[in-house]
């Protein structure tokens, strides 16, 4: 496999490797970080950071199923890494399985229940689910964490009513 870079990138060792692919990514070209990170899982199929990095592009590249088996592998691996098992929840939810995205994020949740990105997104998913009221508990744990969120806000102001609780959007706005 042929990855384009500086000519001087020597790309036999795993940390060069790592290194282009966030390169790539970072710099928007995420075919080639993925062939980056591809290879790096194909030297190393237990390297957890080329999962992790693997998934995260292949999600931004639409790929979801690939991106949903870089973290389930991942987390058989690093079963304790809640961002593992948050960006496996986002993938499960943009392939459209809420279902199984719920468990993932209810599970990152449990791992990191500081992390207001992970009530926020645990909210979203129970909206979709129709659990109104886990997602507006989880909304407001995210506010709780990220009072200043005018986002957060605005998400809760519109679920409340939803859930019946007219009366308890409006003051969102102020």
């Not at 060792?13 to 692919?21: A, F, I």
């Not at 279902?99 to 994020?105: F, G, R, S, T, V």
């Not at 679920?159 to 003051?171: F, H, I, M, T």
Request: hydrophobic share 45%; glycine share 6%.
């Amino acid at each position: 496999m042929v990855i384009e870079g500086p000519v001087d990138q020597d790309i036999s060792t795993p940390q060069n490797l790592m290194g282009m692919g966030i390169r790539w990514a970072e710099s928007g070209d995420l075919h080639q970080a993925a062939k980056c990170f591809a290879a790096m899982t194909a030297k190393d199929p237990a390297h957890v950071g080329a999962l992790y990095n693997l998934g995260l592009t292949y999600k931004r590249l639409g790929r979801h199923n690939a991106a949903i088996r870089c973290y389930e592998t991942a987390s058989q691996l690093s079963p304790a890494d809640a961002d593992i098992w948050f960006n496996w929840g986002n993938a499960l939810l943009a392939g459209g399985d809420t279902i199984a995205a719920l468990a993932k994020l209810r599970r990152a949740v449990e791992l990191k229940p500081e992390r207001e990105a992970f009530h926020t997104n645990l909210a979203a998913a129970l909206q979709e689910s129709g659990n109104l009221a886990d997602a507006i508990r989880h909304f407001r744990i995210a506010l709780e964490l990220s009072p200043r969120s005018a986002d957060l806000k605005w998400n809760l102001s519109l679920a409340l009513p939803k859930d019946g609780c007219d009366e308890d959007a409006w003051p969102m706005f102020e």
